[in-house]
């Protein structure tokens, strides 16, 4: 279809006006209103004020513009339909062939600190949404672009024999009706803020842009794709992939649970991750020793893991990541060293993104059948001064030290979760056992003589005494607990009597 006649409306002005002068040079008329049209004229370009178009001045500050039977009549029409086009002649209506519109930056504007409810509800575009949704509507004769990045694809077919082909038309007026939704949305949620609904308004709307297709999803024979939040800055989908094969489900599910540990410390930190569970994580004085701790927990589990350092990977690290087979590497950034040796194995995903930062309000959901169940995300910061030792025997500092260490990672394993740590790297990891004697079973399995002196975390209180009787023959010296259950009195004696320390922290940390 053959474009004679488009009108340009745009808040986001990013390449429009090389796009306009293709236009121009296609043979299109341009129409448009004020902000662009000044842009449009100062650049060269020649254009029809919206104004001379309907026969009537922009007023009430310009939230009337294009209301306008001349405007709508023009995008609307059907054009092979009889009665529609002598409408069109009667009234004199010129077809309007395409509508480049986007919108008054309303997110932006909510954005800025402190914006008063006045300035966001003048931010609410109603001409740009009814453009947008009637160009998309009629999009069998009407072009409807709302994404600049589109803007080179569309001129491309602007002078070819058959001009912008059905298909582009179709897929065009999928994404505007996309880019109302989701500006409806955001308008949502705020209003549902400044009504004091918090987190959890009454209706949630989500946008979901896709990153990538997955070449399958856990399992071979299940499809997969993968979505980020619209606009939203943070998390896994804004990682950097700087080399290695595309990305798997299961890499990015172990990337989320990797890089959330590693932000937990402020001490350089590795975790290497196994199915969503901490197989080994350690803090150091650099962060080539965090990753000798952080290995050397569990080397076995560790092959085919995914890596998380909380800072730049340097040399010395890149030389010993490399000695085994990883499958992902997620960092703030590499140095040049570390990127030429870890980029001679050709398979390996190495990935860059800012630390999360703990705290906030992130927001943190599960998608059940037919339903999604919305919670705060788990970012409590675990402080020393919140906790009650509740044994006779008091911990060392030191021991101290490797409790918060081991209660910071505990935060991140499977509940049921246990983990015996000591030297600032976990010994052994118990997760998401049905009984809480079965993960420390485990953990202590693992860890072996090393839990001689070391501290055990549980994610949840104890019910019974027999996990501190299991820890105390073990040899751990201290145990951190959550407290609460009504049976804390028989762990606590427990503890009293096999001369272990016992910490309450006071708060749980389940991870279904």
Not at 484 to 498: K, L, P, V
Request: glycine share 8%; charged share 25%.
């Amino acid at each position: 279809m053959k474009i004679k006649r488009a009108l340009i409306s745009v808040s986001d002005k990013t390449g429009v006006i090389e796009f306009a002068k293709k236009l121009h040079a296609a043979g299109v008329d341009i129409i448009s209103t004020g902000g662009t049209m000044k842009t449009l004229k100062e650049a060269g370009i020649p254009v029809t004020y919206v104004s001379e178009v309907t026969g009537f001045p922009e007023i009430m500050d310009g939230r009337v513009k294009t209301l306008n039977p001349y405007i709508h009549g023009g995008i609307l029409a059907i054009r092979d339909n009889a009665e529609h086009v002598e409408a069109m002649k009667k009234h004199n209506i010129t077809g309007i062939d395409m509508v480049v519109v986007n919108l008054y930056p309303f997110r932006q504007t909510i954005a800025k600190p402190g914006v008063e409810l006045a300035e966001a509800i003048e931010n609410i575009d109603i001409g740009g949404p009814a453009m947008i949704r009637a160009a998309a509507k009629n999009f069998k004769y009407v072009t409807v672009v709302v994404n600049p990045a589109r803007y080179d694809e569309i001129a491309a077919e602007l002078t070819s024999d058959a001009g912008i082909t059905d298909g582009l038309r179709m897929s065009l007026a999928k994404e505007a009706f996309g880019h109302t939704a989701e500006y409806d949305a955001c308008i949502n949620q705020y209003l549902a803020k400044e009504l004091g609904e918090g987190n959890f308004p009454n209706t949630v709307h989500m946008t979901l842009e896709k990153v990538q297709d997955l070449r399958y999803g856990e399992n071979p024979h299940q499809n997969a794709a993968f979505y980020r939040e619209a606009h939203s800055p943070i998390g896994v989908a804004n990682a950097k992939q700087l080399h290695g094969k595309e990305l798997s489900f299961n890499n990015i599910v172990d990337i989320e649970s990797a890089y959330n540990i590693v932000a937990e410390f402020k001490d350089p930190a590795v975790a290497i991750i196994k199915h969503t569970n901490p197989c080994g994580a350690g803090i150091g004085a650099t962060i080539s020793e965090a990753y000798t701790k952080a290995y050397e927990a569990d080397p076995l589990s560790a092959f085919g893991g995914i890596v998380a350092l909380n800072r730049t990977v340097d040399k010395a690290t890149a030389q010993q990541i490399s000695e085994i087979f990883i499958e992902v590497v997620i960092a703030p950034a590499f140095d040049k060293e570390s990127l030429e040796i870890l980029t001679a194995k050709k398979n390996i995903r190495l990935l860059t993104l800012p630390l999360p930062e703990l705290g906030g309000s992130r927001m943190d959901m599960k998608k059940v059948a037919g339903g999604m169940l919305l919670q705060d995300a788990d970012t409590l910061e675990a402080k020393r001064e919140e906790m009650q030792v509740v044994s006779k025997r008091q911990p060392t500092e030191e021991e101290w030290r490797q409790a918060m260490f081991a209660w910071k990672i505990v935060k991140h394993v499977k509940s049921n979760a246990i983990v015996v740590a000591g030297n600032d790297q976990t010994y052994g990891v118990g997760a998401g056992q049905m009984n809480r004697v079965g993960s420390a079973a485990i953990a202590l399995e693992q860890a072996g003589e090393k839990a001689k002196g070391a501290v055990l975390a549980s994610d949840a209180f104890l019910p019974f005494r027999d996990s501190v009787d299991t820890a105390a023959k073990a040899g751990i010296t201290l145990v951190i607990q959550t407290g609460g259950s009504i049976r804390d009195q028989e762990s606590i004696d427990a503890a009293n009597e096999h001369g272990i320390t016992m910490i309450f922290t006071g708060r749980r940390h389940f991870k279904h």
